[in-house]
């Protein structure tokens, strides 16, 4: 009992410590200006940004999120030809719609179109975003598409509600790993037209 009971302390802090690390490091993000805080909804700008994309007849979240990944994932641990490891940034983009779903990567600040190395995968396109004012609403823990789901119609209901018109897709934004358990970081945005 005592061996057990050691053994089971052991796995419970270096989990904790496994959390604790992905907590704390610096993962670059995507970077953005806040333009409005609302109740529950901010006013962003975001920059243009250099992003890895792979688009697929996936139509939820969970079939688009394993296959993606595993492309994009390719291409930035060395599937490319300068066979460079490439540094995860945050958020993955998701549009999960009924034609077409995409999944992007964004390029850490010091790439573009011109020095970031080719993909070996020919799926992946690499584009630079226009710049954009979305309105984004958070949540925690894993997504799943009911999440998204319910994320999404309670956005565009508070847009409604404050008079803000919205235009495209409602987007999933995941800023975490997999196997990170704790402080779960989750979005959903749409573009607005903005002042």
Do not use: C
Request: aromatic share 12%; glycine share 4%.
């Amino acid at each position: 009992m005592k061996t057990f009971l050691i053994i089971t302390s052991i796995i419970i802090v270096l989990f904790l410590a496994t959390q604790i690390y992905f907590i704390m490091a610096k993962t670059e993000t995507q970077s953005y200006q806040v333009i409005k805080t609302e109740k529950d909804f901010e006013i962003r700008k975001y920059p243009s940004a250099t992003m890895a994309t792979v688009s697929m007849n996936a139509k939820s979240y969970k079939e688009l999120s394993s296959t993606g990944f595993r492309k994009l994932a390719s291409f930035i641990f060395g599937a490319n030809k300068d066979q460079k490891n490439i540094a995860m940034a945050s958020p993955v983009h998701m549009d999960i719609n009924d034609s077409e779903s995409s999944m992007s990567f964004v390029m850490p600040s010091e790439y573009n179109r011109e020095n970031l190395p080719k993909p070996d995968n020919l799926e992946i396109k690499i584009e630079k975003t226009a710049e954009e004012y979305v309105a984004a609403i958070q949540f925690g823990g894993y997504a799943n598409d009911e999440d998204i789901k319910k994320y999404a119609d309670q956005l565009e209901n508070s847009l409604k509600l404050s008079g803000i018109e919205y235009f495209g897709n409602f987007r999933f934004l995941g800023y975490n790993a997999p196997y990170q358990v704790l402080d779960r970081k989750n979005e959903i945005i749409v573009s607005i037209k903005w002042k």
